[in-house]
């Protein structure tokens, strides 16, 4: 049997990135519902009524949708061949599930019921978003003779930070959480928005214009354009002396002496905005890694784990 190509999608607060046959790309979280049902992606923010993901609910129930969109974009639709499909969730699911916590236990389950329900895929791979940067992370450093010690994946997002504390030698999570409204949302709402507020006072934004804000890294006043690269890197850097002692605090309590790591490695979209030592100070010991394409080492993660996971399948 043919090994079946692979679409890969990380849905996210902010967009949704997609990855098939070589090719990746991105188009904004942002929704709206009309007569003809509901419009996702860039074009969706310019017109009235337009809305975006807000919810961990709203992640679960509206991923199909945007999987969808995701499938016409890459080409899915137009290739006749057979296509194996790679999504992920927050790692904070599959910790309700092994808890069994009442509501959220079997959300992954149902995601992967409503994706097999569009009748296109011949394997569905649910996969913990975190997960995938330190998949990626891992694959990088092979050349090099592999990663010793534990890895701590810290994966910033627009509405949430994802972080995992993963053991190299047991092949496993040891720990991690998703800590809402911790992301990019948090960094540009509570630490750059004061710093640019005398270049906009007369105005408000909205969370998706301050994330559209922040990947310019300019503003418009008037005639004058305004760069606030100096603003985003000092708000970067206090917002990560911040999340770094909240994240190293709840090591501690959840997992004690064990909570050990010699490698961290920042990913996701919040990553961009970070200077090169990931604006970690006085990391003794610590090797600091911020790949490339940040935001996309979700997706190069879950492409090795499921294409590892399809090659042990198809040539069996």
């Known amino acids: 049997m043919t090994q079946p190509k692979v679409l890969v999608c990380d849905f996210g607060f902010s967009a949704m990135k997609w990855q098939f046959d070589g090719c990746r790309g991105r188009f904004r979280s942002a929704l709206r519902r009309s007569h003809d049902g509901i419009q996702v992606g860039d074009e969706v923010l310019v017109k009235t009524g337009a809305s975006y993901v807000k919810t961990l609910d709203e992640l679960i129930s509206y991923y199909p949708i945007f999987v969808r969109e995701a499938a016409k974009i890459s ?60 998949k990626a992370f891992e694959y990088s450093c092979n050349a090099d003779g592999g990663v010793a010690g534990n890895i ?32 990019v949302h948090d960094l540009s709402m509570n630490y750059l928005l004061p710093l640019i507020a005398h270049h906009s ?34 708000a970067a850097t206090s917002y990560v ?20 790591f010699k490698n961290v490695v920042i ?23 911020i790949p490339q394409e940040p935001e996309f080492s979700n997706a190069i993660g879950f492409d090795l784990v499921i294409s590892k996971a399809l090659e042990s399948k198809y040539s069996a």
């Open 75 to 134: 080409g899915v639709d137009a290739y006749e061949g057979e296509v194996s499909l790679a999504v992920g969730l927050p790692y904070s699911f599959f910790k309700f599930e092994e808890e069994n916590s009442a509501g959220m236990a079997n959300a992954h389950q149902a995601l992967r019921q409503s994706l097999d329900d569009l009748g296109r895929f011949s394997d569905i791979m649910v996969i913990p978003q975190g997960l995938g940067g330190i």
């Open 152 to 183: 701590l994946g810290i994966d910033i997002g627009f509405n949430t930070c994802i972080y995992n504390l993963y053991d190299t030698e047991q092949r496993k999570i040891v720990s991690g959480d998703t800590l809402m409204k911790r992301g």
């Open 201 to 234: 006072s007369s105005r408000s934004f909205t969370p998706i214009e301050l994330s559209q804000l922040i990947e310019s890294k300019e503003i418009q006043r008037g005639f004058e354009l305004i760069d606030i690269r100096p603003e985003i890197e000092s």
């Open 241 to 260: 002396e911040a999340l770094m002692s909240d994240i190293t605090n709840d090591l501690i309590a959840h997992v004690g002496v064990n909570a050990r």
């Open 267 to 289: 990913f996701g979209g919040g990553a961009n905005l970070l200077p090169a030592d990931g604006g970690i100070k006085n990391g003794k010991g610590i090797n600091i890694f």
